[in-house]
Every structure is written in C-alpha cells, then in structure tokens.
C-alpha cells in the first residue's frame, strides 16, 4: 500500500523556521520532491532531490530551504528558514516517478 504521509506544517512568524517531513512506503524511495499550492494558484515545485542526494530548488526558495532524505528511513524533509508570508501555503510531498501524493500540510506565515 502506497503511502506518503507529511507532518511538520503549521503557523510561524515572519523569519521563523519549519522542518516538513515525509514518511514514504509501499514503494521504491526513489526521486522525491515537495511541491506547494497557495490559494488561487497552481501547485509549483519547491524542491526536489534523487537517491543520490542532487537537489534541485525553485529561485523563490534558494538559500532559504533545504531538501534533504533519509534512505533507512524512506523519509524526506523540508527544512524552512525566514519564511516569509508569500510561502504560505499547502506543502505536498511526491514520489516524482510515480507521480504519488501526500495529503499536504498547511504552511502558514504571518508577517
């Protein structure tokens, strides 16, 4: 059974930091990525990063996030640092090859 399950979302100030994780199973962990939906927009990708560690960032975040896995654990992160309010958003996890899901968690920025 495929499941991709996040948690780490939730309500931060301006500046502040989150650490979005994703515990991933019933599949090969292969490449991962994070994606996010903000209201009245289109889903667009964060960051992705392959088995072997290569990551790939949107501009908007660079120097501000960082994608990293865990292999043992099929588990991918997302850690944030200075959110800002135009981050805000539903966060998304992905199994690139298989174009698999997470439920999301909301990311919400105060300014």
């Known amino acids: 059974q495929v499941q991709l399950v996040e948690s780490g979302g939730g309500l931060v100030q301006a500046g502040g930091s989150l650490r979005l994780s994703c515990a991933a199973s019933?599949?090969?962990?292969?490449?991962m990525g994070w994606y996010r939906q903000a209201p009245g927009k289109q889903r667009a990708m964060v960051a992705t990063?392959?088995?072997?560690?290569?990551?790939n960032y949107a501009d908007s975040v660079k120097g501000r996030f960082t994608i990293s896995r865990d292999n043992a654990k099929s588990t991918v992160y997302l850690q944030m640092n200075s959110l800002k309010p135009e981050d805000t958003a539903v966060y998304y996890c992905?199994?690139?090859?298989?174009?698999?899901w997470g439920q999301g968690t909301q990311v919400t920025v105060s300014s």
């Open positions: 019933g599949f090969i962990f292969g490449i």
């Open positions: 990063i392959t088995s072997g560690g290569s990551t």
């Open positions: 992905n199994a690139v090859l298989y174009n698999y």
